[in-house]
């Protein structure tokens, strides 16, 4: 189709752009991590930003702690690998307690 046609020429051209070495057609990119930080912060971005902190959550948790079980589980010493844990973030927004919790149960 046209639009996959269009997508896969955007991809070349990042993919150029960025000197790649690799073969085929892929985009490596996230960037989802954190608050935005306005001036004025409105109930909605206050939702799209739990959301990308919950999408993040969900991707340090599949890819990092996944591999790092992995190495462990072959034996590769991977103790010196951080990553970002916004755990206590996500539980102040919208676990027990929270601030999502506590707006619902204003709303009731």
């Keep these: 189709s046209d639009l996959d046609c269009a997508f896969t ?3 070349e051209q990042c993919n150029k752009n960025l000197d790649t070495t690799e073969e085929g057609c892929w985009i490596g990119l996230l960037d989802i991590f954190g608050f935005e930080d306005f001036q004025h912060n ?3 971005q206050l939702c799209i930003n739990l959301t990308n902190e919950t999408l993040q ?3 340090n948790s599949y890819i990092f702690q996944k591999d790092i079980e ?3 589980a072959e034996g590769v010493d991977c103790s ?3 990553f970002p844990d ?6 102040l927004v919208s ?3 929270g601030i999502m919790p506590l707006l619902d149960e204003e709303c009731n």
Excluded: A, M
């Excluded at 916004?86 to 539980?91: A, E, G, I, R």
């Design 42 to 44: 409105s109930f909605e």
């Design 86 to 91: 916004n755990t206590p973030c996500l539980k």
């Design 70 to 72: 992995e190495c462990k």
């Design 80 to 82: 010196s690998v951080p």
């Design 95 to 97: 676990g027990s307690g």
């Design 9 to 11: 020429w955007l991809v």
């Design 57 to 59: 959550h969900h991707y």
